[in-house]
């Protein structure tokens, strides 16, 4: 998501590096780039206009064409009216002490059943006792599909049946409240595949009847234009409290994460990051914005790690062998794509080639390798002569190069963690934690 959004920013910001000043037509000419960068990723074409109209008056403004630094302080306006246009600060769904009813709605598709069972799942770590409501009657598999997620994550469910009428779901969810007490309730609406006035009278008829502290609207972050239209009509409508945008991981070109929050005024507040229940995230809108001008989210980066529970290496960084290397490698996997992680590092994402994706499946082929060796070949590679690589090349069903390389680049990561084990300032874990 935002590759192309990113690369055409980057290379329009970064064409004006090393440039004592700017003329005011070079300044608009810019302007011009952004605007064209934000349509190409499907943004609507009224946000594009009114973000580049305000990056050029504050720009004008702070008089840039005549600084000796134009570059970085467009870079700092375009920043901050990214950050501003994604809502600023980020914000989370109320959550009061007990009676907290979310209502999810969205088209069919965006992915609302699988944010139920996600939201269900992340306020249940926190403590939470979570309910689901099954009230997609429309499509009779939502429901199956929303049984197993509750299922999943060890959290009863609430079945709309067919035919009934939104007073007597209020009051079936009443007598289920009473007898198993829940303090989240979380609704799962009918979608259809437009918006049409059925669909909006029956969810602005079950809305009325359930109270929801909270509307929250599902949106595919992979629906484009459409995104700004589909938002409007819900929010005009339904009225809508906060976003939940899906498929972030996707290779869409996001436009509709830029739009539909401008669009509602409403906060987004979360983000999908896998199809995993564990793939919903709080949104930072300074992290994606970041991310988007190629600086990296060591933020995001850190709390994975965290969330993954990354255990410190049992051996001292001397002692560094292949199946510390193998362990590590299988702990980093928790925390998600190689590809996304490695564009969570600032800088890192600007040198990559565009389109960059790193290959799933040569972290198999290195376990593969490292697996096929013994316990004497893995505490010291250093044995591995000619013939012993042959046989873990057949044995991996690999090449004799692909060994190298793996033994290149641990004989390059065990120095590296020498030099750090000898610097005054010694950190311990992979990620630096003390």
Not at 176 to 194: C, E, M, N, P, S
Not at 315 to 323: M, S
Not at 398 to 423: C, D, P
């Amino acid at each position: 998501m935002f590759e192309n959004l990113s690369r055409r920013l980057q290379q329009t910001l970064d064409g004006l590096r090393g440039r004592g000043r700017i003329g005011e037509a070079d300044l608009k000419k810019v302007m011009r780039e952004i605007r064209m960068s934000l349509l190409e990723a499907d943004v609507n074409f009224e946000v594009a206009k009114a973000f580049t109209k305000r990056v050029q008056e504050k720009a004008l403004g702070q008089k840039v064409y005549e600084s000796l630094t134009p570059a970085e302080q467009i870079y700092t306006i375009v920043y901050d009216e990214l950050k501003e246009l994604l809502g600023s600060e980020p914000k989370q769904p109320e959550l009061k002490h007990e009676g907290n009813v979310w209502f999810l709605v969205g088209l069919q598709g965006t992915g609302k059943t699988t944010a139920a069972g996600k939201l269900a799942r992340l306020y249940k770590s926190k403590g939470r006792r979570p309910l689901l409501v099954a009230a997609d009657t429309q499509r009779p598999a939502a429901r199956d599909q929303l049984r197993i997620l509750a299922e999943q994550v060890g959290v009863p469910v609430l079945e709309v049946q067919n035919g009934e009428k939104p007073a007597e779901t209020a009051r079936r969810l009443r007598e289920h409240l009473a007898k198993d007490y829940r303090d989240l309730v979380i609704v799962d609406t009918a979608g259809r595949l437009q918006i049409d006035e059925a669909l909006m009278d029956e969810l602005a008829q079950l809305k009325d009847e359930l109270e929801p502290t909270e509307t929250l609207l599902v949106v595919d972050a992979m629906m484009g234009q459409e995104a700004l239209g589909v938002s409007r009509t819900f929010d005009e409508r339904i009225g809508v409290s906060g976003l939940i945008l899906t498929k972030l991981d996707g290779d869409a070109r996001g436009g509709a994460a830029l739009s539909a929050r401008y669009v509602t005024g409403k906060p987004i507040y979360f983000g999908g990051t896998s199809e995993k229940l564990d793939g919903l995230e709080p949104f930072y809108p300074d992290r994606l914005a970041q991310r988007i001008l190629g600086m990296g989210d060591i933020q995001t980066l850190m709390e994975r790690a965290q969330a993954a529970e990354l255990e410190e290496p049992d051996k001292a960084p001397h002692e560094f062998d292949l199946n510390d290397l193998l362990a590590q490698m299988k702990q980093i996997q928790k925390m998600g794509s190689m590809t996304e992680l490695i564009k969570m590092i600032p800088g890192l994402s600007r040198a990559l080639p565009q389109n960059f994706q790193l290959d799933p499946k040569a972290t198999k082929h290195l376990e593969a390798i490292i697996q096929s060796m013994t316990p004497a070949e893995r505490r010291n590679p250093r044995i591995l002569n000619a013939s012993r690589r042959r046989r873990i090349a057949r044995g991996s069903g690999t090449s004799v190069q692909e060994i190298n390389r793996l033994i290149k680049t641990f004989e390059e990561t065990k120095g590296m963690m020498k030099t750090l084990a000898k610097s005054p300032r010694k950190r311990r874990g992979f990620f630096g934690r003390r």
